[in-house]
């Protein structure tokens, strides 16, 4: 088989969606013939891509190292078709990120500079940030990952460690817990766990395992990344979930810390050794320092 860009597709869309079921739906397909295809491409590429787990399919270490070529090949592609290295795009500072606050204030820095012109992408996985970047497709990126799981970093691109902070827990404001300063994580083994899908950098994996070592398996009944949706699951239905230091609460919910701080965050901000970022490197830096230290006191 002549594998194809609809090809690399189907396997970014596995990898992004964590399963066949939901990948079928999204490409549009049913689940057993993109699971024929999915066999199909193996052969083709000689190994095995996904393995199946408890939590849906993860890449296999040779799946990964496909992945990771199949999304810059479709980057490039995609640069190709709409021109965004064209010269008359050059002058535009193209920022990326998970939307966090600190993204928030460092954009909002930024734009306060004169003559700014900059565009803004967010998206969820820190490794695709990663990819968007290597790819000249970003200049530079505000992301996360975690300890132990810090993902590779391509040569073409710098990382510089801005901050690292507690995960916190987000529980309903009616909830025995709210009522405590701290919570023991495996205070939350008994209740219903809304979590944000794997994210690429070993989220899922480093949640699972640090609750396992709290002697539980999280019971998820609930994945998406919509924060507002989230916190009508917590506030209206009972649910808990896992947040930033640095987020705010709302009505119906409260945030409290994890005693002992079992889980962490490590907030980075990344750039092009050849964009337009890396001459004002440490002024770049100062503003992601800021910006987080500004989420931070409003939290």
């Known amino acids: 088989m002549q594998l194809e860009l609809r090809h690399l597709r189907t396997l970014c869309a596995i990898a992004d969606a964590g399963s066949l079921s939901r ?45 990771t070529r199949a999304r810059s090949v479709l980057l490039t592609v995609e640069e190709l078709i709409t ?3 064209s010269p008359e795009n050059r002058a535009t500072l193209r920022i ?19 003559d700014a012109s900059i565009t803004v992408h967010t998206e969820y996985s820190p490794r695709l940030l990663l990819d968007l970047l290597a ?7 505000a992301l996360v990952d975690y300890p132990g799981y810090e993902p590779p970093v391509p040569s073409s691109v710098e990382v510089r460690p801005i901050a690292i902070e507690p995960i916190h827990a987000l529980v309903p404001a009616a909830h025995p817990l709210a009522e ?10 008994d209740e219903d766990w809304v979590l944000t899908p794997s994210d690429g950098v070993g989220w899922h994996e480093y949640v699972y395992t640090t609750c396992e070592e709290s002697g ?11 924060q507002p949706m989230t916190r009508t699951l917590v506030a209206d239905h009972g649910a808990v979930t896992l947040c930033q230091a640095t987020a705010v609460a ?11 701080a079992p889980l962490r965050l490590r907030h980075v901000v990344a750039w092009r050794t050849d964009g337009p970022i890396a001459h004002r490197s440490g ?12 989420a931070s006191r409003r939290a």
């Open 180 to 189: 405590a300063a701290e919570i023991g994580l495996a205070d939350l083994a």
């Open 135 to 141: 790819a000249k497709r970003l200049d530079a990126a």
């Open 96 to 114: 990326g990120g998970y939307a966090t606050p600190l993204l928030t204030g460092l954009v909002r820095r930024l734009f306060a500079e004169p």
């Open 216 to 226: 539980f398996t999280p019971r998820v009944r609930h994945m998406m990344t919509e």
């Open 283 to 294: 002024e770049f830096v100062a503003m992601a320092v800021a910006a987080h230290e500004e």
């Open 250 to 260: 709302t009505p119906g919910v409260v945030i409290r810390p994890l005693k002992g």
């Open 23 to 67: 990948a079928a739906t999204s490409v549009g397909v049913s689940q057993p013939a993109l699971t024929a295809q999915l066999h199909r491409i193996e052969e083709s590429l000689g190994g095995q891509l996904f393995q199946r787990g408890r939590f849906g399919v993860l890449p296999t270490p040779f799946g990964q190292f496909v992945l």
């Open 83 to 85: 021109g965004a290295s």
